[in-house]
């Protein structure tokens, strides 16, 4: 009897780069343990592109700006999917698009970085359109925040018309903040800047995707970095694959987004993944596991009432009517906004 199992999981990390072209410091960024790299602001001359490849060892994309303008840069992993396919290349530089494949699972990665001007924004975030799917995950540096919550006080939140397009698709399309949706009524910052002693922060770049997709992502992070003013943005996705005999099993999507189904299994997991260490007999472990998962998934599904999914239903709308008021107009208060992220979390 063949059996296989693998617990699967992909980590994204995304970071603009500043143009750093110093190898030095290029090799750190591509030794950070990952599967998916997108950088922003890469501007390499073709040898330090060579050097590059050969460090990472897997596949590299790039969107070069005229003039060492803009700049995105993709790098995915060998061995890891099922399936990489580069799907479109911006001249200007802003955005790469690589579809991927792994276990059964599908991703658009759309590789952002957004210009710094809201007229160009506006019209870069309307030419993603026609590429936009169920499976869409963008990625990158959007140059605006998202809320009056992505910034600290020392910031002023300004009218946006690229912001106003941007809500508008992601409204269209179904696209959600990930952050935001796990982060209920937090606060972090993606980019700290230094201006005349004071230390501006904001949160400008961003993970926003799909329904599908958000499904598969277990958390957002943004990670402080040393030498640019912007910081890793960490996506984990994480998934759980069976094959046993020619059948496969996977675990229900629609619940492994859920938050709390999300705590109960890694915990599960966890505790398992220690067990393993000692284990003789992988098959008696596995099945042991898999009983536990099952149990364990059908008591949460059995707790969850459709009262509840309205109810959620229900927030979302209101997020979605405050957040586009609040892009409006400054003067708003982020009450309401807030007290629907905090209801959001139950
Ligand atoms: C760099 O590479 C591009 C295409 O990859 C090529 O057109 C160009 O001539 C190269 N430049 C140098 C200096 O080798
Ligand atoms: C990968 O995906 C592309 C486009 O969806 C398809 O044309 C190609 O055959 C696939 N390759 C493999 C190895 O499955
Ligand atoms: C997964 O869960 C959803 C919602 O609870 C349900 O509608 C769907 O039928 C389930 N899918 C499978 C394959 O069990």
């Known amino acids: 009897m063949s059996l296989c199992f693998c617990l699967l999981m ?16 290029i090799k750190g960024v591509l030794g950070e343990r990952c599967d998916i790299l997108c950088l922003q ?49 911006d001249p200007a530089g802003r955005f790469l698009m690589v ?13 952002i970085y957004a210009s710094n001007d809201q007229v160009e ?18 990625v990158g540096d959007f140059n605006t925040v998202l809320s009056p919550a992505d910034l600290s006080v020392r910031n002023v939140f300004r009218n946006d018309v690229g912001r106003k397009e ?49 499904r598969l992502i277990n958390g957002v992070t943004y990670i402080p970095h040393a030498w640019s003013d912007h910081a890793w943005v960490e996506v984990v996705f994480d998934g ?13 999507n629609s619940v492994l987004g859920e938050i709390g189904y999300q705590k109960r299994i890694k915990s599960l997991l966890s505790y398992h993944r220690e067990q393993m260490d000692d284990a003789v007999d992988i098959f008696v472990w596995w ?39 609040l892009a409006e107009d400054p003067n708003r208060d982020a009450m309401i906004y807030s007290a629907a992220l905090s209801f959001e979390a139950i």
């Open 41 to 89: 602001e890469v501007h390499w001359e073709n040898e330090t592109r060579v050097q590059a490849e050969k460090l990472w060892g897997g596949s590299a994309f790039y969107a070069e700006g005229p003039r060492r303008t803009a700049g995105v840069a993709v790098f995915v992993r060998g061995g890891v999917f099922d399936n990489v396919t580069l799907r479109e290349v």
């Open 287 to 325: 099945e042991d596991l898999k009983t536990k998962i099952k149990s364990s998934t059908i008591t949460y599904c059995k707790k969850r009432t459709w009262d509840t999914r309205e109810d959620e239903r229900d927030v979302r709308a209101v997020l979605k009517r405050e957040a586009s008021l």
């Open 121 to 138: 924004r506006q019209s870069f975030f309307h030419s993603l359109r026609p590429f936009l799917n169920d499976f869409s995950l963008l």
């Open 240 to 252: 759980v694959k069976v094959r046993n005999g020619g059948g496969m099993w996977i675990l229900n």
């Open 99 to 111: 579809d991927l494949e792994w276990a059964g699972k599908q991703l658009r990665l759309i590789s």
């Open 166 to 214: 941007l809500f508008s698709i992601m409204s269209d399309y179904g696209i959600i903040d990930v952050w935001r949706v796990l982060n209920h009524g937090k606060r972090d910052f993606s980019k700290r800047q230094l201006v005349k002693g004071v230390l501006k922060q904001s949160r400008t770049d961003h993970v926003i995707s799909a329904c599908s997709v958000t």
């Open 10 to 25: 992909v980590r994204l990390l995304s970071l603009n780069i500043r143009g750093v072209c110093v190898m030095e410091r």
